[in-house]
């Protein structure tokens, strides 16, 4: 190819025009669709950043550059022209294909007129971890097969390789590959998802992430907690969100018996009622609990909008409670113990320590002996012979 052929030319003019206004035209589209929140601008980038540059480079080398074809530059121009093309395609695909498995139309004020539930949908129900997984086995296989074509490679001895590899890999990265094992399963189940509420063990927060290995977790003290898959799918998982987001709560107080039961219902139900959080459906529940040594316990049953609400919700309750105490006058019991002394003991002590002085006047017990007098007084007084001996040796006698 000549200086001033019209390839060469067109090659220059493309290049010194066509590539940098490419350039600014995907910019300004990519800075759009973040703006919208639009997942096509991941795709662009890929455009801007690795075709576009690759594309241009294969044209200067080849048009410009006069190189060889067959040369190793061109080759691995070639191949990473490409296996960006085929990556560009794939993230283009997931997007047409997933992106509107959650979505649904809005009506021009902005409000929903046409949500459709994502769980219906056979896209929601495949899990991203798995479609990531599918992408880069794709991309791995269709990387082979461009390298077979480019470079002439035998796939049969690159197969051998990568068993070989993959068994290596495997060995050394047991525990690593475990838990994204267990993590398909357990998103192909889909116990959870982003935003439920879990107590996984003795941890309980909001789920923020699922990835390839882990799950994080956030805890109510704002702590981010990292589970691996490989140790969350060995766990009871109990989730707070599903299969309703509400979730039920429970309030024990305690009452005197001198308010009747049902005025006592009243007042719990209303202030339920009043206090912001507290939903009205399902209901609130209040009833009789059980009876306590100091008053009544009752139970009141509510639910709020989400796990997360449970701690500031059951604080304004319980305020509320107190104030309405005050106005129907309404008492919380104290613990009370009624003690009663019985003098009972005290007067058959009595009774017993006269008993001898008694006997001394009769001539009949003056011959007793005194063992029997004190087998005797024991077995009908029930007290102890060291008191016997100590009152029959100085009243009688």
């Given at each position: 190819?000549?200086?001033?052929?019209?390839?060469?030319?067109?090659?220059?003019?493309?290049?010194?025009?066509?590539?940098?206004?490419?350039?600014?035209?995907?910019?300004?589209?990519?800075?759009?669709?973040?703006?919208?929140?639009?997942?096509?601008?991941?795709?662009?980038?890929?455009?801007?950043?690795?075709?576009?540059?690759?594309?241009?480079?294969?044209?200067?080398?080849?048009?410009?550059?006069?190189?060889?074809?067959?040369?190793?530059?061109?080759?691995f121009n070639e191949?990473?022209?490409?296996?960006?093309?085929?990556?560009?395609?794939?993230?283009?695909?997931?997007?047409?294909?997933?992106?509107?498995?959650?979505?649904?139309?809005?009506?021009?004020?902005?409000?929903?007129?046409?949500?459709?539930?994502?769980?219906?949908?056979?896209?929601?129900?495949?899990?991203?971890?798995?479609?990531?997984?599918?992408?880069?086995?794709?991309?791995?296989?269709?990387?082979?097969?461009?390298?077979?074509?480019?470079?002439?490679?035998?796939?049969?001895?690159?197969?051998?390789?990568?068993?070989?590899?993959?068994?290596?890999?495997?060995?050394?990265?047991?525990?690593?590959?475990?838990?994204?094992?267990?993590?398909?399963?357990?998103?192909?189940?889909?116990?959870?998802?982003?935003?439920?509420?879990?107590?996984?063990?003795?941890?309980?927060?909001?789920?923020?992430?699922?990835?390839?290995?882990?799950?994080?977790?956030?805890?109510?003290?704002?702590?981010?907690?990292?589970?691996?898959?490989?140790?969350?799918?060995?766990?009871?998982?109990?989730?707070?969100?599903?299969?309703?987001?509400?979730?039920?709560?429970e309030v024990f107080?305690?009452?005197?018996?001198?308010?009747?039961?049902?005025?006592?219902?009243?007042?719990?139900?209303?202030?339920?009622?009043?206090?912001?959080?507290?939903?009205?459906?399902?209901?609130?529940?209040?009833?009789?609990?059980?009876?306590?040594?100091?008053?009544?316990?009752?139970?009141?049953?509510?639910?709020?909008?989400?796990?997360?609400?449970?701690?500031?919700?059951?604080?304004?309750?319980?305020?509320?409670?107190?104030?309405?105490?005050?106005?129907?006058?309404?008492?919380?019991?104290?613990?009370?113990?009624?003690?009663?002394?019985?003098?009972?003991?005290?007067?058959?002590?009595?009774?017993?320590?006269?008993?001898?002085?008694?006997?001394?006047?009769?001539?009949?017990?003056?011959?007793?002996?005194?063992?029997?007098?004190?087998?005797w007084l024991r077995?009908?007084?029930?007290?102890?012979?060291?008191?016997?001996?100590?009152?029959?040796?100085?009243?009688?006698?």
């Amino acid at each position: 190819m000549e200086f001033g052929s019209d390839t060469f030319t067109k090659s220059a003019l493309l290049l010194a025009i066509g590539f940098p206004v490419t350039e600014l035209l995907l910019s300004e589209a990519i800075q759009y669709l973040r703006q919208q929140g639009r997942p096509l601008s991941g795709t662009l980038q890929i455009l801007r950043n690795l075709l576009i540059p690759s594309l241009a480079s294969l044209i200067f080398l080849t048009y410009i550059g006069h190189l060889d074809p067959e040369s190793w530059v061109i080759r691995f121009n070639e191949t990473v022209l490409w296996i960006c093309t085929l990556v560009a395609a794939l993230s283009l695909f997931d997007i047409l294909l997933f992106f509107d498995s959650d979505v649904g139309r809005q009506s021009p004020v902005g409000t929903t007129v046409d949500q459709v539930d994502a769980s219906e949908r056979w896209q929601a129900r495949i899990p991203k971890l798995f479609r990531d997984l599918a992408r880069v086995v794709l991309i791995l296989v269709g990387a082979a097969i461009i390298l077979s074509a480019t470079w002439k490679i035998d796939l049969g001895g690159l197969v051998t390789a990568l068993g070989i590899g993959s068994v290596v890999i495997g060995l050394a990265l047991q525990d690593t590959l475990g838990s994204i094992a267990a993590g398909v399963t357990l998103l192909f189940e889909q116990p959870f998802k982003k935003g439920d509420w879990l107590r996984v063990g003795d941890l309980v927060g909001k789920v923020t992430d699922i990835n390839w290995r882990s799950v994080r977790i956030e805890t109510i003290d704002m702590v981010q907690i990292t589970i691996p898959h490989l140790i969350i799918g060995k766990q009871i998982i109990s989730n707070y969100s599903q299969p309703i987001r509400a979730h039920r709560e429970e309030v024990f107080l305690a009452y005197a018996y001198a308010h009747p039961p049902n005025l006592v219902k009243q007042v719990l139900r209303e202030t339920a009622l009043s206090t912001p959080g507290i939903l009205e459906q399902p209901g609130i529940k209040v009833g009789t609990y059980k009876y306590e040594d100091s008053g009544i316990s009752y139970r009141v049953t509510f639910f709020v909008d989400g796990y997360q609400d449970r701690p500031a919700v059951r604080d304004e309750f319980q305020t509320r409670v107190w104030y309405a105490n005050q106005r129907y006058r309404l008492k919380i019991p104290y613990p009370v113990r009624e003690v009663y002394q019985v003098e009972a003991a005290s007067t058959d002590l009595a009774r017993v320590s006269n008993f001898p002085r008694t006997c001394s006047r009769c001539p009949y017990w003056r011959q007793l002996r005194w063992s029997r007098l004190g087998i005797w007084l024991r077995m009908r007084f029930s007290i102890r012979m060291p008191l016997v001996r100590r009152f029959t040796q100085r009243e009688i006698g």
